[in-house]
């Protein structure tokens, strides 16, 4: 097993926004830290066939759950906001604070740093312009969304987002690790981090694997940032017992109907959206890839929409699953959904297909479910403190996994605000 000593302050088990963004705040200040990322740091290409390893492999990036829901994450630099819809919602401050971490200000520094902003009309998609007129015509509370794009790159009718844009127009969580390494960290891809090595209550580095053979990295501090999934693998591989249980994932399907004149198909997802939040259910726009689209039309046996991309309006249904399940110590996700959750999924298709009804729509019909960020699987308050450190001093986890309560949103502002505020901690200790 080989070893590596160098004197690093700080490693970063993982490159997705919470890994991100802890991993660039130390290195602008000085600190020299080493990023492990299981994936590739090819240069994005927006195509189908890159996004296959990366978002498709089963066991890896693709899971089923024992519903035959479909769970997908991203496993490249910068882990799934590669291929999320970058919308950025409000963290739940209050919720947070009630737990002892308050990141008002983090989440302040964030906005002045990356774009949140909704789209201008001109960057909306046909289908967001029509999904949000047809609900402000019903009375719904519906709005723009937030979106972390630079609008001025941004092409209209484009459909490259969903598996990554090359053009650079969507923010990333690359764009704060190309930051990091700027400043000096480094980063080693392909390379499976195994667990933390433990010595006398503390931590002192972590094992990974790479092209087949171990290595130990070492490093007085370690933050592992490996996603909902991986993380309490991870830890659990090191000796903390109890994580990776009682988590979510926010099912969600999609609704379609034609209508006509709807335009190509093609353009950004999550333009405009209605928020039930005390009911734990969103309703947006969701432009789909043709090919992601022909697969979820096949999972229904619809074989006659297959072909059917232009003129279709898809909305997408997700919702705040209640808190439940296990991850097996292989990596797979055992979770059902409650009756409370089906009933918020049929309640979300009912306000879907009054929207499209509304627009014209005809042959309505509904997806296989699918979830998405899966979260909660290391909670702050059980298995952190306020910190976000575990009972092992100098080890943390900053990632979906920390989140304590149900969610139902996207999660990447909070991740962010996460990592900025544990990067404050670490350069105070």
Known sequence: MSATRKDYAVLVAGSGPGGASVARELAKNGQKVLILEWGDYEPVRGTFLQALPQIFMPGKSFFITGQLMGMFRGVTTGGSSLFYSATAFDPPLEMLKSYGVDIHREVDEIRDEVPVAPLADERMSPAGMRFLKSALDLGYDAKKLNKFIFQDKCRKNCDRCMFGCPIGAKWTARNWIDDALADGAEMINFAKVDRV?????????????????????????????????????????????????????????????????????????????????????????????????????????????????????????????????????????????????????????????????????????????????????????????????????????????????????????????????????????
């Open 197 to 429: 090595i433990i010595e006398k209550g503390r931590t002192i580095g972590l094992r990974y694997t790479r092209n087949g053979r171990p290595h130990n990295v070492y490093a007085p501090t370690v933050v592992v940032a490996a996603g909902g999934i991986g993380s309490p693998l991870i830890l659990r591989n090191s000796g903390i017992d109890g994580v990776g249980h009682n988590f979510f994932f926010d099912p969600l399907w999609f609704v379609y109907g034609t209508v006509q004149d709807g335009g190509s198909g093609k353009g950004a997802q999550m333009c405009a959206g209605i928020h039930f939040e005390e009911d734990g259910i969103i309703l947006t726009d969701f432009n789909l890839d043709p090919k992601v689209k022909a697969i979820l039309d096949g999972q229904v046996l619809r074989f006659d929409q297959t072909v059917n991309f232009a003129n279709v309006v898809p909305i997408m249904i997700k919702v705040r699953d209640g808190l439940g399940g296990r991850i097996t110590d292989s990596g797979w996700v055992w979770k059902s959904l409650e009756a409370s959750d089906k009933y918020k999924l049929r309640t979300g298709r009912k306000h879907a297909r009054r929207i499209l009804e509304n627009m014209g729509a005809r042959d309505i019909y509904i997806s296989w479910l699918i979830a998405s960020h899966p979260g909660g699987s290391v909670k702050i308050g059980e298995h952190l403190n306020d910190q976000l450190q575990t009972r092992i001093e100098n080890l943390y986890v900053c990632d979906c996994s920390v989140i304590p309560e149900e969610l139902g949103l996207p999660p990447t502002l909070t991740l962010l605000a996460l990592g900025k505020r544990l990067a404050k901690h670490l350069l105070v200790e």
